[in-house]
């Protein structure tokens, strides 16, 4: 049957996108939902029936419900959206599905200098302070760091970092992302790119850092 995709005005993928979610988050760690991102990416928008028929065509067939749940749990995150019409010679019609970004960067959050509360984050958190101060110790005869200022200054710092690295992300050109997205690159190869991203965010911002690391020095 003929049909036409009448699409929603101003519906259009960013080049990337930062979505913060938990560790056990099925998006994470199942590959059905990497498929669906997948499938919607790179032969989007679809239908109900053309999502069906690309899991059947991967010989893992789902139901419809199935489907649902998946389309509801990426919308939720703010990675998939409903993004206009299929409607067909007899002027019925389906919704159509979209990616919201071409690119996600999924964070689990693990980073002891957070400010969150866990016991145990804080105390993997002061256990890497200590030990940070004493490498850096080697760089300031004479002077002793104070602990508890440099942890501030990395919470801190770590603040400023995050926010910048999830701005940066999201407003990366489509041809930078396409370069990402196309290099032969292995996951650490990935972590590695927003480390160095995190840093020089950081750096650009806070270019006075040393002195800041110099005012948590006291005398011995």
């Known amino acids: ?71 509801g749990k990426l919308t939720v ?18 919704t159509l599905y979209g990616v919201t970004a071409k690119f996600f960067l999924i964070g689990v959050e693990t980073n002891p200098f957070t400010d969150i509360e866990d016991k145990g984050m804080i105390k993997i958190r002061k256990t890497l302070v200590d030990f940070i101060s004493n490498v850096l110790q ?14 501030k200054k990395i919470m801190e710092w770590y603040a400023i970092s995050n926010s910048e690295l999830i701005k940066n992300i999201e407003t990366a050109t489509e041809e930078a992302i396409n370069k990402v997205m196309t290099a032969e690159m292995t996951g650490d190869s990935g972590r590695f790119l927003m480390d160095v991203v995190f840093w020089l965010g950081l750096i650009i911002k806070r270019p006075a850092l040393i002195e800041e690391i110099r005012g948590c020095l006291k005398d011995i």
Request: charged letters at 30%; hydrophobic letters at 30%; a positive charge.
């Open 138 to 151: 080697n760089n300031f005869a004479g002077k002793q760091i104070d602990v508890e200022c440099l942890e």
């Open 1 to 71: 049957m003929k049909y036409h995709d009448a699409i929603t005005p101003g519906y259009s993928p960013k080049a990337m996108k930062h979505i913060p979610t938990e560790r056990n988050d099925p998006i994470v760690f199942d590959s059905n939902y990497l498929f669906l991102r997948r499938i919607l990416n790179h032969k989007g928008p679809l239908t109900i029936s053309n999502i069906l028929e690309e899991y059947r065509e991967d010989k893992n067939e789902k139901s419809i419900k199935t489907i649902y749940r998946y389309l």
């Open 77 to 94: 995150k703010d990675m998939v959206t409903k993004c206009g019409k299929r409607v067909y010679e007899n002027n019925k019609s389906d």
